[in-house]
C-alpha cells in the first residue's frame, strides 16, 4: 500500500507532512478522535494510521497493523459500513465531501458517529493500489459539551450495551451509587450488579420491553457500592441507530428515599382515615350529581360508601341493602318506589329544593358547603345533614339519623315549665312542647307557612330573624294573645344556631301584675302621705312662732329641729316613692329644655354643703369657666344629682372628701360624684341599682328607701344617657359614678 513503512517508528509515520496535510492539523496531539485509511474495492476500509485519541476510544493500544474498520464496529453496525463503502466507490461521490453514517457503536458498545473524508490516493501506476485515501473522524454520541449538561442533572444517566454493560455515566450516576466519602465509577460493571438480585429478573423483563420500542418506568432496589440499599425508580429507552434496531439502553435513575417515606406515610394516613370512617357515629359517602339539560340535579350516584354507618343512618340497613346494593347506582335505583329524590329537603330564601337539586348546587359550586335537619317522608325519619363539594360534579354527605333524639327532645320538652317552639326557619318547620298548647290553647299550626305557630306574639318574627342573623341570643318582654282572644305578658328568650332556633316562652302576666298592684301602690302611699306632712310642717311652723317663754326657747328649738330633720327626712322617702312611680309609667315621656347646668348643679352642691359639713366631710364642686346648656329636665336631673351626694355621704367617713364635678365630652356631658368612702363590693355591683337595694353605709345599714340609685338610673335612661360607676373595691378607695347624657336630645350617645 502506497505511504505504509512498517519500519518506521508510530510517532514519525502518523506526523507525516501529507496527514497532517490531509487534516488541516497536528494529527497525534489533536483532541479529535481520527484515522487515516484506505479504500479497497475488496477489502473495504483499511485503517492505516491513527491517534491516540482514536486508539482510546477504540481500545487499539499500540497496534499499527493494517485494521479493518469492520473489525472495530459491532456486528449489528455493519451493514452501515457496507452501504458507506458502496456510497464511497460510487463515481459520483465527491472528492474531499465528508460522509456522515448513521449511529454506530464501538465492538465493546460505545455510540458514535463516524465521518469519512475521501481524498485521492498518492500516485501510482500500481493497479491495486486502493482507489481512495480516507480521512476518518470519529464523534462519540456524548461530547464534553453534553457531558457538562449531564453532569450537572441531579438523576442518575446511564448508557448501557444491550447485555446491560455500563459504557456512560454521568456525575449523578457516581454519586447515587458511591459512597458518602467517595463517588467511584460503575463504568464496565453490570446494571445488575446495582440492583438487588431478587429484582433482577424483573430488571431483565423491563430492558426487554423498553426494546418494544417505549420508554418503561419501574421502581427497583438499588445497591451501593458500599452495600447499602435504596428506593430508585428506573425508566430505560433504548438508543436506536435507525428507528428499527436498538443499539443500547439509556436509563434514568432517581432516588426516590424521601418519595417513598410520603408514600408510606400516606399508606398510614389512609389507613388511620379509613379505620375513623369506620368507627365515626355518622354515615360519610361520595356522590356524583346527574343534571338535567337545565344543569338542575335531578338524580345522584353512590360513587363511594366509605363506612358502614352510611347504611345505617339513611335507612338503607334498615330495607336490608349492603354497601354493593347501592354503591354505583342511583338515587332512584337503590330506592326504587319511595320517591325519595323529589322529596322537598329545605326551603332557603322562600324557595324549596329537592335533595338532588340543593346537592346539585352544592356540586357544581352554586353554593357553598350546607348543613341542616330534615325530616324524610319516605324514610320517616329525621337526618343531620352536612354536604360539601371536593371537586365539580361531586359532593360529600354526611348523614346523621337523629330521629331517636328528636324522640328524647320531645320527652325533654314535655317536661320543662316554659312553651317552646323549636324552628327551622328556611325549612319552614316547627315543633312545640304540651306547655305551649296549654298556654296557648292551641298547637298553632302553621298556616301562614312562617316555620312559626299562627298565634300573635308581637315581635316574633323580628326577634327571630334577629337572632338568626347573629346566630345568637335574643330576650324581650312582649305582649301576646291566646288562641281564644286573651292577652297576656310573656318574656321570650330565643337562642339560633345554623338552621335551628329555640324559642323559650314564659308566662310573666302574674308578675307583671304585681309589678303593676306594687306601682300603683307606691304611687298612692305618695299621695296619701303628702298631706298630713304638709299639715306637719306648718304646725312645727306655728308652734316655732308660738314660743314666748324665753327659759324654754332653748329646749323647744331643740325639739323643733329633729321634728324638722324627722319632717324632711320622711318627704325625702315619699318624694322618692313618688318619682320612682312616675318614671316607672311605661307612657312617662320627660319634657326637654335647653337649660345651663352649672347654677342648678351649684346651687345643689351648696345646699347640701351644710350636710356634708355635719359629718365632718368636705364637698366641692369642679366646673369650666364657661357654661355648659343641654336639653334636660332639670328637675329629675337635679333629683339624679342629689341621690348621688346623699349616697355619698352616707356611704363616706368623717374627714373624707366629695367631689361633683361637671364637663362636655364632644356631643355629650358628663357628671360626675366621686368620693373616698368605703367603696363598692365586686360582689355588689351588678345589683346596684336594683329597687330597694341598700348597702352598708358608714355606721350600719345607710338610711332611705333603697329607691335613691335605682330613680338615679331610670333618670339617666329617660335622658337617654347611661351611668357607669368605678370602685376597686378596696375600703377607703371610695367609688365615682359618672352619668353621661347627650346634649342634643336629638343626638343619642352609642
Same mark, same amino acid.
Given at each position: ?244 434496531? /436498538?443499539?443500547? @439502553?439509556?436509563?434514568?435513575?432517581? $432516588?426516590? +428515599? !424521601?418519595?417513598?417515606?410520603? *408514600?408510606?406515610?400516606?399508606? #398510614? ?122 371537586? /365539580?360534579?361531586? @359532593?360529600?354527605?354526611?348523614?346523621? $339519623?337523629? +330521629? !331517636?333524639?328528636?324522640?328524647? *327532645?320531645?320527652?325533654?320538652? #314535655? ?134 317663754? !324665753? ?144 348597702? !352598708? ?54
Amino acid at each position: 500500500m502506497s505511504g505504509k513503512n512498517p519500519d518506521t517508528s508510530p510517532t514519525e509515520y502518523e506526523t507525516t507532512p501529507r496527514i497532517e496535510r490531509l487534516l488541516g492539523r497536528h494529527f497525534e496531539s489533536s483532541r479529535q478522535a481520527s484515522a487515516i485509511g484506505e479504500l479497497n474495492p475488496d477489502s473495504g476500509i483499511i485503517l492505516t494510521h491513527t491517534n491516540t485519541r482514536f486508539r482510546t476510544l477504540f481500545d487499539l493500544g499500540e497496534n499499527l497493523a493494517q485494521i479493518p474498520l469492520e473489525s472495530q464496529i459491532h456486528a449489528a453496525r455493519h451493514k452501515h459500513l457496507f452501504a458507506l463503502h458502496d456510497q464511497l466507490m460510487h463515481p459520483d461521490t465527491k472528492i474531499g465531501q465528508p460522509i456522515e453514517t448513521p449511529l454506530v457503536a464501538t465492538t465493546t458498545g460505545k455510540p458514535l458517529f463516524l465521518h469519512v473524508t475521501p481524498y485521492p490516493p498518492p500516485q501510482s501506476e500500481n493497479d491495486s493500489e486502493p482507489r481512495a485515501e480516507l480521512v476518518i473522524e470519529a464523534e462519540e454520541l456524548i461530547n464534553e459539551r453534553t457531558q457538562t449538561v449531564l453532569d450537572a442533572t441531579p438523576e442518575s444517566i446511564t448508557i448501557t450495551n444491550l447485555d446491560g454493560t455500563i459504557i456512560y455515566e454521568n456525575r449523578g450516576q457516581r454519586e447515587m451509587f458511591g459512597s458518602e466519602q467517595e463517588a467511584p465509577s460503575t463504568l464496565g460493571m453490570s446494571v445488575f450488579e446495582l440492583i438487588d438480585p431478587e429484582e433482577h429478573e424483573a430488571a431483565f423483563d423491563t430492558m426487554q420491553m423498553a426494546l418494544a420500542g417505549k420508554p418503561v418506568r419501574q421502581r427497583f432496589t438499588g445497591i451501593r457500592k458500599n452495600g447499602s440499599q435504596f428506593p430508585m425508580e428506573l425508566t430505560v429507552s433504548t438508543l436506536l441507530d435507525m428507528p428499527e434496531v /436498538p443499539i443500547a @439502553f439509556i436509563g434514568v435513575a432517581r $432516588d426516590v +428515599t !424521601e418519595q417513598v417515606q410520603l *408514600e408510606e406515610d400516606l399508606k #398510614a394516613s389512609k389507613e388511620n382515615y379509613r379505620l375513623l370512617l369506620e368507627t365515626l357515629p355518622f354515615g360519610f359517602a361520595t356522590h356524583e350529581i346527574i343534571l338535567n339539560g337545565e344543569g338542575i340535579g335531578t338524580d345522584y350516584i353512590f360513587t363511594e360508601i366509605h363506612n358502614p354507618m352510611f347504611l345505617e343512618a339513611t335507612g338503607l340497613a334498615a330495607l336490608g341493602k349492603g354497601i354493593e346494593d347501592a354503591q354505583g347506582k342511583r338515587l332512584s335505583e337503590v330506592f326504587e318506589g319511595m320517591n325519595i329524590q323529589n322529596e322537598e329537603a329545605i326551603t332557603i330564601d322562600e324557595i324549596t329544593y329537592t335533595w338532588p337539586q340543593i346537592y346539585g348546587q352544592i356540586a357544581m359550586g352554586e353554593r357553598d358547603s350546607i348543613s341542616f335537619e330534615q325530616y324524610s317522608d319516605g324514610l320517616e325519619r329525621w337526618y343531620s345533614v352536612i354536604a360539601y363539594s371536593p371537586k /365539580p360534579g361531586f @359532593f360529600n354527605v354526611a348523614f346523621v $339519623d337523629i +330521629t !331517636e333524639a328528636k324522640e328524647r *327532645e320531645k320527652l325533654t320538652l #314535655a317536661i320543662i315549665p316554659d312553651a317552646i317552639i323549636i324552628t327551622y326557619p328556611r325549612q319552614r318547620r316547627f315543633t312545640t312542647n304540651p306547655v305551649f298548647t296549654n298556654m296557648f290553647g292551641c298547637t298553632g299550626e302553621d298556616i301562614r307557612d312562617t316555620g312559626l305557630p299562627s298565634v300573635e306574639i308581637e315581635g316574633l318574627e323580628k326577634a327571630v330573624q334577629k337572632a338568626m342573623k347573629r346566630q345568637g341570643y335574643v330576650q324581650v318582654d312582649t305582649k301576646a294573645k291566646d288562641c281564644n282572644g286573651t292577652e297576656i305578658d310573656v318574656s321570650l328568650a330565643i337562642h339560633c344556631k345554623g338552621d335551628e332556633c329555640v324559642i323559650s316562652i314564659r308566662d310573666i302576666t302574674a308578675m307583671m301584675n304585681v309589678d303593676r298592684a306594687k306601682d300603683a301602690f307606691i304611687s298612692n302611699l305618695s299621695h296619701e302621705a303628702r298631706t298630713p306632712l304638709t299639715s306637719f310642717n306648718m304646725r312645727l311652723y306655728l308652734l316655732e312662732k308660738a314660743i314666748v317663754v !324665753e327659759a324654754e326657747k332653748s329646749t323647744q328649738r331643740e325639739h323643733i329641729a329633729v321634728l324638722q330633720r324627722e319632717a324632711d327626712r320622711l318627704k325625702r322617702i315619699i318624694d322618692d316613692l313618688r318619682i320612682f312611680s312616675t318614671l316607672y309609667q311605661d307612657d312617662t315621656e320627660l319634657s326637654f329644655t335647653n337649660t345651663g347646668l352649672m347654677p342648678s348643679i351649684g346651687a345643689l352642691v351648696t345646699d347640701r354643703s351644710l350636710i356634708a359639713q355635719n359629718k365632718g366631710l368636705e364637698l366641692l364642686f369642679e366646673h369650666p369657666e364657661e357654661e355648659i346648656h343641654a336639653d334636660v329636665a332639670i328637675g329629675l336631673l337635679e333629683q339624679a344629682v342629689n341621690n348621688l351626694i346623699i349616697n355619698a355621704i352616707n356611704y363616706t367617713d368623717t374627714t373624707g372628701q366629695i367631689v361633683v364635678s361637671i364637663a362636655q365630652e364632644g356631643d355629650n356631658i358628663q357628671i360626675s360624684v366621686s368620693d373616698t368612702g368605703v367603696g363598692i363590693h365586686p360582689d355588689d355591683m351588678a345589683h346596684l341599682f336594683d329597687r330597694f337595694k341598700r348597702g !352598708e353605709g358608714t355606721a350600719g345599714m345607710a338610711e332611705g328607701t333603697g329607691l335613691g340609685l335605682s330613680i338615679v338610673k331610670e333618670i339617666v335612661t329617660k335622658h337617654h344617657g347611661t351611668i357607669n360607676v368605678e370602685s376597686p373595691g378596696i375600703l377607703g378607695k371610695g367609688s365615682t359614678f359618672t352619668m353621661t347624657i347627650p346634649v342634643s336630645q336629638g343626638i343619642v350617645p352609642d
